[in-house]
């Protein structure tokens, strides 16, 4: 792996590990991906594409934020908060945007799109 495409990764997987919107799934993910390339820097391939099976099922598609936020949010986040997290993403949709915006998600599709397994 190239030293671009590691720093790529590498600072996405930050994110994911230390976020308090990813799962603890994805922060064990990813910090399995960290210890794996610090460990071995040649190990970084294979030690990617765990992770990339790892992310496949954890970016949250527009549709399942939207579905969150007219739910479960508003005892998650309360009802203002709730019912702004959700104008916002009634926006994006129509904008044409596919996925959750949050950090960990934006960070699990990029390291995905780069790698070719989503379109964003």
């Known amino acids: 792996m190239d ?6 990764v590498a600072e996405r997987a930050d994110v994911l590990s230390k976020s308090d919107f990813s799962t603890q799934v994805t922060k064990d ?11 071995d820097a040649e190990a970084a391939d294979t030690a ?9 099922e954890r970016p949250t598609t527009i549709d399942g934020v939207i579905g ?8 998650v986040l309360g ?8 104008a916002s993403q009634l926006e994006r949709k129509k904008a044409g ?11 699990a599709t990029q390291i995905l799109a780069k790698f070719g397994r989503i379109e964003l």
Do not use: I, R
């Open 97 to 107: 945007a596919k996925w959750c915006d949050c950090e960990a998600c934006a960070a």
């Open 79 to 86: 009802e203002q908060t709730a019912a702004q997290g959700l």
């Open 68 to 75: 969150f936020l007219e739910g479960p949010a508003k005892e």
């Open 29 to 39: 993910a990813a910090q399995a991906w960290k210890d794996a390339v610090a460990a």
């Open 3 to 8: 030293k671009e495409l590691f720093d790529f």
């Open 48 to 56: 990617t594409e765990t992770l990339l099976n790892a992310l496949e």
